[in-house]
């Protein structure tokens, strides 16, 4: 049974870890890969360069959005093709994350984690709570 009481204290919990963890990976294309160190990654899978700019701008500005709980649902939701690709780029390297070049394991699970906050929502201390009110109470019959 859910607790009511601390469900909204979970998933807000959850979602910052999630949009902590897409900063961080973002960061590490940044600033360790390199931007072009990581076109060249995804280059070598058979993608477009291109797709690895997408792929950084798409967790910093979701992971921002995720800590913030800015549209939780849709965010988490739409960075899970992101998870999935990690996953895909990860199978030759075995299941275990801590196999050399990194296994699939941790973004498999990740895929799961997003979507399990696309169902929570955004839970406690979320921004959007904070500009639906103030939509709400506009929408509201005087």
């Not at 050399?100 to 929570?120: D, M």
Request: no cysteine; net charge positive; hydrophobic share 60%.
């Amino acid at each position: 049974m859910i607790d009511d009481r601390t469900a909204p204290y979970a998933a807000l919990v959850s979602r910052i870890a999630l949009g902590a963890m897409f900063i961080a990976h973002a960061l590490l294309k940044v600033f360790v890969f390199t931007l072009p160190g990581t076109v060249q990654f995804f280059e070598s899978l058979g993608l477009p360069g291109a797709l690895a700019y997408a792929t950084v701008a798409a967790e910093l500005v979701g992971g921002a959005m995720l800590i913030l709980g800015i549209a939780t649902r849709w965010v988490a939701a739409l960075l899970i093709p992101v998870l999935l690709g990690a996953t895909w780029a990860h199978v030759p390297n075995g299941w275990l994350f801590t196999a050399p070049k990194g296994g699939w394991e941790y973004p498999a699970f990740l895929s799961v984690a997003a979507f399990a906050q696309a169902l929570l929502g955004d839970g406690a201390y979320a921004l959007s709570s904070v500009f639906n009110s103030k939509q709400a109470a506009r929408l509201r019959p005087a």
